[in-house]
Every structure is written in structure tokens, then in C-alpha cells.
């Protein structure tokens, strides 16, 4: 099935994994869901990445984190903030504090793919993603 939006898709597909307890999620490839992979990987919001499959039919299989005996989850909430229909920029001096930097929010810059924290550090701002906490 082709999804318009893949970031939506990408987080409820990680979200729905989470909630059932499953150890992996498969991923449609595209350069941005490798991107955002790689932001909550280095955050340390997911275990592993791996890239699977050949030609168009790519996927990114991502490993969940959980804590504790009873498997909690280390994602508590993916929460998508741009859509399709309605654009969210933010600038430099503006970007959000996630639960007053507990969470982390994901931005789409010039530079790059990175977090809130990276952005402000490299003075720049862009379309807000997602918020994970």
C-alpha cells in the first residue's frame, strides 16, 4: 500500500510495535525515514537499524528498546507536528522544548535531519516533524 505520508506512517508503524511488545518493525526506505532513524537510534530511542531487501522494494528494519522486567517501552509518545496540509516552521529563536528537554523533537533543516537540541546549537531552524518522549 502507497502512503502519501511516509514520516506518518514510519511513526505509527513504530508506535503500533511498541504498544504489541514486538522486538522489530519493518519500515518503508526512503531518505528521510533512514534519516529519522538515525536521529532516534543516536538518541537512543531504538536499538538498531538495518537496511533489507533489493530495487524499489527496500525496507528499514528497526529495533525497539524496552526497559525493565515487564518490557516497557522507551518511546512513551511519537506525536507527528507538520503534515502534508499544514506545514509547521519554526526559526531558530523559536524551536520547541519537548516536556522542557525530556523529549526530543525532530526538525528538517537545511543541514539536515537532526534534533531540536542540535539544531539550536547550530543556530538554525526548519519544519518541525515529530515530537518523541
Known amino acids: 500500500m502507497a502512503a502519501n ?3 506518518a506512517d514510519m511513526l505509527t508503524r513504530i508506535r503500533n510495535a511498541n504498544m504489541a511488545r514486538h522486538q522489530t518493525t519493518d519500515v518503508p526506505a526512503t531518505k528521510i525515514t533512514r534519516s529519522i532513524a538515525k536521529v532516534l537510534q543516536a538518541e537512543g530511542f531504538i536499538a538498531e537499524v538495518e537496511e533489507e531487501g ?5 525496507n528499514l ?21 507538520s503534515k502534508p496540509g499544514l506545514r509547521v ?5 523559536e524551536l520547541p522544548r519537548v516536556l522542557g528537554g525530556i523529549g526530543i523533537a525532530i526538525i528538517s533543516t537545511s543541514s539536515g535531519i537532526m534534533t531540536d537540541r542540535e539544531a539550536r ?6 519544519e518541525i516533524l515529530c515530537y518523541v518522549w
Not at 533489493?54 to 527496500?58: L, P, Y
Not at 516552521?89 to 529563536?93: A, E, L, M, P, V
Open 89 to 93: 516552521y519554526s526559526n531558530r529563536k
Open 61 to 81: 528494519k528497526i529495533a525497539l528498546k524496552y526497559k525493565g522486567k515487564n518490557r516497557q517501552p522507551l518511546i512513551t509518545a511519537l506525536t507527528r507536528v
Open 54 to 58: 533489493e530495487g524499489v522494494k527496500r
Open 121 to 126: 546549537r547550530q543556530g538554525v531552524g526548519g
Open 5 to 7: 505520508d511516509t514520516i
